[in-house]
Every structure is written in C-alpha cells, then in structure tokens.
C-alpha cells in the first residue's frame, strides 16, 4: 500500500475519531441539561466511566445511523415524502433508544421523548462536524466526486470528463422578475448573482416577455417542450368535455404534457441525458424527482425509491429539513401576525394550511431538488432543469417587495452559491443559467378593492342571484397542489365544483389578473351577438367596471374584439400596443392578445384587470396581492442570466418574447455546449398510455405525431434517481 493510500486512510480514520469524540462530547452535555436522559447507574459513575458511557453510547447512536437508517428510509418509501419527513423525529429517537439499550450494565436511558429530542441534536452536530471536516478537505472531497462519477460511468458506460463537453443546469427561479433580480442584485441581496453578473461579469442578464398568460403551466410547458399552444390560463374549461384543466393538477399536467409532444414531435428539452426536478413538466428526462405531470401516472414505476432516498438516506439530513420546516412554520405564523398586527395594506388571510403549504415549499422541495440538482451534477448528466417555487409561494401572499419575499431571494442565492460551488468539484465542467418563468404584480384582490368577486359580478350582470356572502375564488398557486401530491391526496380542482358545471350558470375561473368566462349552453365558443340577446347586461357590466382593463370576445360581425369602458370596441386585428384600452399595458400586449384568440379552449369572454403603469398594480381576481397570468406589470417579464461563453440568446436590440422562443434558445446552447454529438431534437422511445385522451385528436395538425408517448420513466412527486449528497440550503 503506497504512502498517498496510507494518507488516506489515516485521515478517514481522523475524521471518524473526531466525529465520535464531538459526538461523545454532546451526548455528556445532553445528559446533564436533561433530567430524563442519564448515562450513570442510579448509584452513580466516576466521569471516566460516564465518559465512556457515552462515548459507547454514541458510537453505536452513530453505526446504527450509518447502516440500519438507509434501510429504514427504503423501506418506507412508500410513505409520502411529507409524511416521511415528520416521521424523521420518531425514527431517529427509536434509532437513539436502541443504543442506549446496547451500552453495557444498562447504564444509557431515556423516555421516547427525550430520545427524540437527543437523536436530533447528535444528528445536526454530526452532520455539521462531519461537512466541516470535508470542507477543510479538498482531496476527501475530490474523492468522493471521484466516487460519484466512477459510479455513473459504470452504470452509462460514457466518460465525458472535465476535458469533454460541457453540461448545463437550468434553475427556474419561480416567479422572479426580471426587476426583482436585478435590484436583488444591485443591494447585495443576492450576492452570489451579484458576482456572477460584475465582480467576475461571467453572466449576462437580459428580460424576456411571456405570452398573454403569465404563468408556469404555459411558461414551463412552452420552455421544456417547445409548444403552449392552446394553454390560455392557468386553469380553464373545455367545453366538449366538460372538464376544468387546471396547470397544477397532474391529470391535466400530463394531458398538456402529451399535447406539446404531439404537436411538436419531439420529447423536450430534456430527453438527452437529462434530468428534471421540482417541475410541473418532465421534459422529456429520465430522471425525475417532484416532476407533478408523472404523479399522474399508474403502476409500476409510478413511484421510483431514489428520488427522494438520495436526500432522507441521511438522518441528519432529514433532521435538519425537519427542523427548518418547524422553523418556517413558526416565521409564517409570526410574520403574519406582524401584518395584521401593523395593520399592513393590502393583506390577505394566510392561516388554515398555509404556513405549512409555505415550509413544504420553501423547506422541503428546496432541499429535496437542490440535493436532486447536485447529485445529477456528481453524475456528470448532460442537461438539469430544476423549479425552486419558494419565491412565487411568499410573493402570492406577503407580496413581491414584501421583507418576507426579500429574506427568501437571499436563501435562494444561497442554493446558487452551492451549486456553483459543487459545478467546480463535478467530473464534467457545467453551465450554469438561471432563468425564471414570469414575474410577479403587486395589488390589492378585486375582492378586497370592489367587495366582489369576479363571479359575483358575472352573475349580477347575467341576471343571476348573487350570494350575499363573499365568494372567494380558489388560489393558484403551484405548491398547494404540490403538498396534496406529496401527500397522495387529489387536488381540489379533481372533486370540487369546479370540476363540473350545471349547463344553466356560467363557468368563471381565475389566473391571477386574468378571468376566464364560459357557457357550457352555448356550443362552441359564444359572440357577442348571443351574449347581447340572452344575457343583455353581461358585457357593458364588466367592461365599465373600474377594475377591469379589457374584455375580449368573438363577434360575428367583426371577428374578435377588445372592450373596454365607454362603449368602447376594436377588432383584434386593429389593436396596437400603447393605443385605446392596450395603453396601460406595454409593448407585446396586442401580439399577446391576438396569439391567445387563435386557442380552440380559448373562453368566451377573457377578462384582464385593469392596471396602474404608474404603480405597476393590478387587481388580481383571486386571494393574492402579488399575482401573475394575465397582462399589466411586471408579471410579464421575466429574466434570463446566462455564461458569457454561451450565445447572445436574440441579437442586440431586439426582444426576446414568448416561451416557445426560450425554448429555442435553451436548446440551442445545449448544442453548442455538446458540439455535434448530441442530437438537436429525440422522440420518446417508451409508449405511455394517457388517462386523458379527450378530443384533442380532432385539434392536433396534421401530421402530428402519435397520441401517446409523452414520458420515458417517471414517479410521483419525489422520484427518479438521484446520485449524490444532500445539500445544506438555510
């Protein structure tokens, strides 16, 4: 055995004698502040024998972890991976009374909830003691990446090395403008994404404009699989059905998913080498971890073990998010009572469920897809795209410029900083892009600002009854349904009212600022004209309501038109940006409107709020002040940060719109990264049957591709594989 192998086992073996002696050391403290945890006979010790007491105690506290923990986690991988989560305290503390059952004479005891309390310490300084000796050690650290790739070239056969082509790792920042970056950038918020974009200028920043609906299911779909054709909302309803698609429901994700693949004919983004974490789409990737589209997807395979075995393999890394998603729990509970208690305007109800909606999103999926995004770089994968939502939660509650959305662009930054801190450790070099999927617009509810919902007000204006009780519209927002999925429970969208409707009452739906209207007793999509004859109010009521910017519906006579307050009316061909009831809004709103009306789902009546340029609010038509997926704002404008040493994505002074367009910039920098050996373009290979046919074989263009096959391998909510270490994100 060489001196370098001598050297590196004398430090392993330094390491675990330090871990142990930390260890050791914690446990004696622990049993002197706790009274219901002792490590002395009841006649009592000398402190050499207590010493060793505990240090027995922690040695066989820290074996079982290293071998029995991993077992117990496979094992009960079939428990949802929330439910798993708030199992890790009474696994860990079982885990802590079975040692001290194994220290000699009996000398090691606890109640279970004592146990619980000291396996959690002992796991978090473990862990800590452990990470710092790693830290200080590049060569152990080498090593272990060493390990990590030796492991996926065995297992693909392929060695790109650091010497090959580069990969790239796309991270969406969920709902962060292009100006909230960049000022998050400029005051040191984001320090990380400060240095990338002036310290060492090694990125470039630069907005892009989303189509009509602002929202990550048309966002996500259009960026992964290149087409959001006929995606006009975040949930909407299709008449020859009867069915409300809503983006976050997994159903409707993989009836999306499955439209994209046929009208494009190609498997995504992804579908080379790739992996896809925390998304709503696949992509097209193998691998797959909180991907909502394949929690749709039955049988075997439906649940792959190492999504999320990868990251709650290690008890102190399931310890540690535990405890963070008690943490976070705690800060909502506080900071909302803050706001109520100052008094803040405008504000919104957030108890019930959601501070624990907010910990899954802002605790539990980052850790889970951060841990998921290393391991895929550890593995040398060719392309990632991973959705970190923890943004986009807050801002929909607190609001955009909130102190509480603020704190969280800073604990994102520090999950860039890893990242960037692992691409420069991985086997092969990465490009790192960060891009995100539409901004944010603050604003008070049209609830709170009218004393109405959009509902009421369509109901009011068809001659209908109108509750007097306020009729809030459900909220949009991604992570609730992510925890339902987590959770295996079915979406409200799949059992409530919304599902169905009677053909008499008209079906409103919301996404963010943007209301969608439909008659299911109108066949096909309705004019004007019908409108005018048998509900005579309806249209002059919502265009001259103060809250709204604009209406859009199909007239008989004119083609589609634009309404507005004063009786006023375009046709769609006519409209032009900064002109008539399009002023508010920007440049792109004309193109955006036109676009959305060729949509065979589009609604009979497409209804945007109104919008203050001066302030940059709007009202949104659900429980949200900081609200996306129509026109108004910066919800619309969304960035794009990418190496220097890739491409311009558009030519200089043009824009860059649309996400069909993002797409095929992201691809083209996966070609010039991989040169010519990675296909432009692969169709799926694995023929998957789809729930959800509906009639859209009827819609698709000629010569699409077939009805199926739109994933290659998939799982629920936390699945696919996952090599590699777990992260510490705070």
Not at 550 to 557: C, N, P
Request: charge should be positive.
């Amino acid at each position: 055995m060489g001196d370098g192998r001598w050297r590196t086992v004398g430090n392993a073996l330094m390491r675990v004698a330090v871990v142990w002696a930390v260890s050791t050391l914690t446990m004696l403290v622990l049993a002197g502040v706790l009274p219901e945890f002792r490590l002395q006979s009841d006649d009592g010790d000398s402190i050499t024998k207590t010493a060793f007491t505990a240090a027995w105690g922690a040695g066989a506290f820290g074996l079982l972890s290293a071998l029995v923990w991993p077992l117990l986690v496979r094992a009960l991988l079939i428990v949802p991976a929330l439910v798993l989560g708030l199992l890790v305290f009474f696994l860990n503390g079982s885990l802590l009374l079975v040692a001290l059952r194994l220290i000699p004479d009996g000398r090691g005891a606890a109640d279970p909830q004592t146990a619980v309390v000291v396996a959690a310490v002992m796991s978090a300084v473990a862990s800590a003691t452990s990470t710092a000796l790693a830290v200080r050690d590049d060569n152990a650290y080498r090593r272990r990446l060493s390990r990590l790739a030796d492991r996926r070239r065995r297992r693909s056969g392929h060695d790109h090395g650091r010497c090959g082509p580069p990969g790239i790792v796309f991270i969406q920042l969920d709902g962060v403008g292009h100006d909230i970056l960049a000022r998050a950038a400029d005051t040191g918020l984001m320090p990380t994404v400060a240095r990338w974009l002036t310290d060492d200028g090694s990125h470039r920043l630069t907005p892009w404009r989303t189509d009509w609906s602002s929202q990550t299911g048309a966002s996500q779909l259009g960026i992964l699989h290149g087409s959001n054709h006929d995606v006009p909302a975040f949930r909407w309803y299709e008449k020859e059905t009867g069915d409300v698609m809503v983006s976050s429901r997994p159903a409707s994700a993989l009836e999306l998913q499955r439209r994209a693949v046929a009208r494009t004919r190609d498997g995504g983004l992804l579908t080379v080498d790739g992996a896809s974490r925390g998304n709503l789409f696949s992509g097209g990737a193998d691998q797959l971890a909180l991907v909502l589209s394949m929690a749709a997807r039955r049988g075997k395979g439906r649940r792959s073990r190492a999504g999320y075995f990868a990251y709650f393999s290690d008890p102190a890394n399931a310890v540690r998010t535990a405890l963070s998603f008690v943490a976070e729990v705690c800060r909502e509970i506080g900071e909302s009572t803050r706001a109520r208690i100052r008094k803040d305007t405008p504000r919104i109800k957030r108890g019930g469920l959601y501070p624990f909606i907010r910990a899954f999103a802002t605790v539990v999926e980052r850790d889970v897809v951060v841990a998921a995004v290393m391991g895929d770089m550890f593995a040398g994968r060719t392309a990632v795209y991973a959705d970190l939502v923890a943004y986009d939660e807050v801002a929909h509650h607190s609001g955009p410029h909130s102190r509480d959305a603020e704190k969280l662009l800073g604990r994102l930054d520090r999950c860039l900083a890893l990242i960037a801190k692992v691409a420069e450790h991985t086997p092969r070099r990465y490009r790192i892009v960060l891009l995100s999927d539409h901004g944010q617009s603050p604003g008070e509810t049209f609830a709170g600002a009218y004393g109405l919902t959009l509902k009421d007000l369509v109901r009011a204006g068809c001659g209908l009854p109108v509750s007097r009780r306020a009729q809030r519209t459900r909220s949009g927002s991604e992570a609730r349904d992510a925890v339902r999925i987590a959770l295996h429970r079915r979406p409200v969208e799949e059992t409530g009212a919304e599902h169905r409707a009677e053909p008499s009452d008209p079906v409103v739906l919301a996404s963010g600022n943007l209301g969608l209207i439909s008659f299911p007793d109108i066949e096909g999509r309705a004019s004007r004209e019908q409108l005018d004859r048998s509900r005579p109010a309806l249209l002059s009521t919502l265009a001259n309501h103060p809250g709204i910017g604009f209406l859009l519906v199909r007239s008989e006579r004119h083609g589609s038109v634009v309404l507005s307050g004063g009786g006023t009316e375009i046709p769609v061909r006519e409209l032009r940006d900064g002109e008539g009831p399009l002023a508010p809004f920007g440049p792109g709103a004309a193109a955006a409107i036109r676009r959305t009306d060729t949509f065979p789902h589009v609604a009979d009546v497409m209804v945007n709020s109104m919008h203050d340029a001066a302030t940059g609010t709007v009202h949104a038509f659900e429980e949200q002040i900081g609200s996306h997926g129509g026109l108004g704002g910066a919800q619309s404008l969304p960035f794009l940060l990418w190496p220097t040493d890739l491409s311009s994505p558009v030519a200089d002074g043009t824009e860059l719109v649309g996400a069909e367009r993002v797409h095929r910039v992201l691809r083209r920098w996966l070609r010039e990264c991989a040169g010519r050996r990675t296909p432009a373009t692969r169709t799926p290979t694995t023929v998957v049957r789809y729930a959800a046919d509906g009639a859209d074989g009827a819609r698709r263009p000629d010569g699409a591709g077939p009805r199926e096959g739109a994933g290659r391998s998939g799982g629920t909510g936390l699945s696919g594989e996952a090599d590699g270490t777990a992260a510490t994100v705070g």
